[in-house]
């Protein structure tokens, strides 16, 4: 097949594989509104349009020449980054600009160009340097350097670099085997140097294996002055022209330097050709799955800089909004600066699940996103981690491309309370209303999340009848904190004055609290004390109450009844979420 058609196809997929990309920003979804396609079509056609014609236009040039162009906020966060993404992005384009795609290029930007005569000579290989000295940079730092503070290594990220480091490799390998080649050199000599005989040829191979890095086998060192100074004058007439000294291409020389011992084995036709397909597939790989892997955040990255520079939750059309957050988790590069800027990120030390890293976290909601059922597991380590985050918005500060992270949190919070999984620190309205930022929630956003949690809790603790066993040690020590007084014998004085009752701000807003909220406050310091579990883990109250301390306040026996509650609550949840961690792992 020829090359020419081999490029073709490889561009087709790529082609096809970035519409694919952009047809899912469209498709997916995140939070708990619902779009159709054409609708969130229509709607970022039309905000493009405005911000078009707006002042905005010059915020979003602003933001293309300081952050996309210059990347302020990856130096500002992250100077050694930085360096290291400018080496190889910078020296990789100028790569392909000069190289891959000079054919097409070339006429038009470098009008002289030839690739053995500098300054192109010169530039091909400073590029090329640059490169490699930013893939050792990030091998260095990924791999070498221990750094607690850096999120796991992916395998995208594996890939990326070694993407990367293959083709530079190969096309090096390529050049140098080239220049030591004898049988390349004779085929230009005998196209270039016409008219020269026998005695010339040799002195100018001669002076090429002197100057050029050729081996030559059939030529013997050292070799006379007299040769080489023919040699020169041949190479003056015939060869300067399209070929600058040597040792400006510093690298490939290099390179051809280490392999002349062995050189001569690589001189034939049938290696040249192998080396160079191998370089040639490995681009076409590299160009093919391009939109499949982390070099795509080359395009997604700048559009989600520039959105999210124009784009806000006040202001902006939310259909556009969910359509920025799925495009956000493509823009994600994994450089892990949100989790080391993370508050929450030290808990990861204590308890193994990645989803408390946001970095991590991002990385697994694409699967939420596109619709697809997560198994319940799955869905758990996603809700404990998230649950987790503080709201802090330090991973949106400092995230170098921009993707407000914070904003996805809470759609992602939106889009769980929608499944059917129980969400144990979802246990009343007010955290919901919390941990999404919505000035109005539906009752039916959480309704269905709430009574699933307090299923889960209640029959965690139906069957457990007896007064001592509901308790693991562990558990009775929460209960029971020095100085706080807690556990069983905490309600032993409650009298059932009912004070409590008539001071808690929750039973007021029910118009018939005896039967909605199950238990009311004296009811719940009764079935304490007479160890009644299963009525006390599954009754409303322990749920609805709001932590106001009124109860506590008013007691005239001095009844820790608000301490009680937040610590019961502590048991059932970390009692059920640990059983139901473990009975979906026994079903995996
Ligand atoms: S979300 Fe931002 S800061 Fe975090 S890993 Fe991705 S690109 Fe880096
Ligand atoms: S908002 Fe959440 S995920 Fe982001 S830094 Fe704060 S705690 Fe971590
Ligand atoms: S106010 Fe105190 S003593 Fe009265 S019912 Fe409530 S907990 Fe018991
Ligand atoms: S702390 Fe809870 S139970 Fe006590 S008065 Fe306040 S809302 Fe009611």
Redesign the pocket.
């Known amino acids: 097949m020829p090359k020419a058609a081999l490029v073709y196809i490889s561009l087709l997929i790529c082609c096809a594989g970035i519409a694919y990309k952009v047809s899912t920003w469209f498709r997916y979804s995140l939070g708990s509104e619902k779009f159709t396609v054409l609708s969130r079509v229509l709607a970022a056609a039309r905000g493009m349009w405005q911000t078009l014609w707006s002042r905005q236009f010059l915020t979003i040039l602003k933001t293309f020449f300081l952050n996309v162009l210059f990347q302020a906020r990856l130096l500002r966060v992250a100077p050694l980054k930085w360096a290291t993404h400018f080496l190889i992005l910078g020296g990789f384009t100028m790569l392909l600009l000069m190289h891959a795609l000079g054919d097409y290029l070339n006429p038009l930007i470098f009008s002289n160009y030839y690739s053995t005569l500098n300054p192109f000579l010169f530039l091909r290989n400073f590029f090329g340097v640059l490169v490699f000295i930013g893939l050792g940079i990030a091998l260095f730092n990924r791999f070498i350097r221990r750094d607690p503070a850096r999120p796991p290594t992916s395998f995208m990220d594996v890939y990326t670099l070694a993407i990367f480091a293959a083709i530079m490799v190969s096309g090096i390998v390529l050049e140098s085997v080239k220049i030591t080649s004898v049988s390349v050199f004779r085929e230009m000599a005998e196209e270039y140097a016409t008219g020269q005989d026998e005695a010339s040829l040799k002195s100018l191979e001669a002076y090429w294996v002197e100057n050029y890095g050729v081996v030559s086998p059939g030529l013997a060192r050292p070799f006379s002055p007299e040769s080489l100074a023919e040699g020169k004058v041949v190479h003056s007439v015939n060869c300067a022209q399209c070929h600058s000294p040597a040792r400006w291409a510093f690298m490939d020389y290099a390179v051809a330097r280490l392999i002349t011992p062995v050189a001569v084995y690589f001189d034939g036709d049938a290696v040249r050709s192998t080396l160079y397909y191998v370089h040639f597939f490995i681009c076409l790989f590299g160009l093919a799955y391009l939109p499949f892997s982390k070099v795509f955040h080359l395009f997604t990255s700048p559009i989600c800089l520039l959105a999210n520079a124009v784009m806000d939750r006040a202001t902006s059309n939310p259909a556009n909004l969910m359509t920025k957050q799925i495009l956000e988790l493509d823009a994600c590069t994994h450089c892990g600066t ?1 989790t080391r ?5 030290f808990i990861h030390r204590i308890i193994p699940n990645a989803n408390i890293l ?1 970095s991590e976290r991002l990385a697994s909601l694409k699967l939420l996103a596109s619709g697809q059922e997560l198994s319940v597991r799955d869905s758990l380590v996603i809700q404990d981690g998230l649950n987790l ?8 500060l400092v995230c170098p491309v921009g993707i407000n ?2 904003d996805l ?1 809470f759609s992602v919070r939106e889009t769980l309370v929608g499944r059917d999984i129980p969400n144990l620190l979802v246990l009343s309205p007010l955290s919901i209303y919390r941990g999404m930022r919505k000035d109005h929630i539906e009752i039916t956003c959480y309704s269905r999340p709430i009574s699933q949690a307090r299923k889960a809790i209640a029959d965690e603790f139906e069957s457990s009848g007896q007064p001592r066993s509901v308790y693991t040690p562990g558990e009775e020590k929460v209960l029971d904190t020095p100085g706080i007084h807690l556990g069983q014998d905490a309600c032993a004085d409650c009298f059932r004055c009912m004070t409590c009752t008539n001071a808690c701000p929750i039973v007021r807003t029910h118009t018939q609290p005896g039967s909605e909220l199950d238990l009311l406050p004296h009811q719940l310091m009764q079935a304490v004390k007479l160890r009644l579990w299963d009525l006390v883990f599954s009754s409303k109250m322990l749920w609805e109450c709001l932590g106001c301390y009124k109860c506590q306040e008013y007691c005239p026996m001095g009844v820790p009844a608000t301490d009680l509650i937040f610590a019961l609550r502590n048991v059932a949840i970390s009692r059920t979420s640990r059983n139901i961690f473990q009975k979906t792992l026994e079903t995996l």
């Open positions: 949100c800027n993370c508050s929450m990120a946001p985050c503080t709201n802090c918005k330090q991973c949106t992270l914070q949190w």
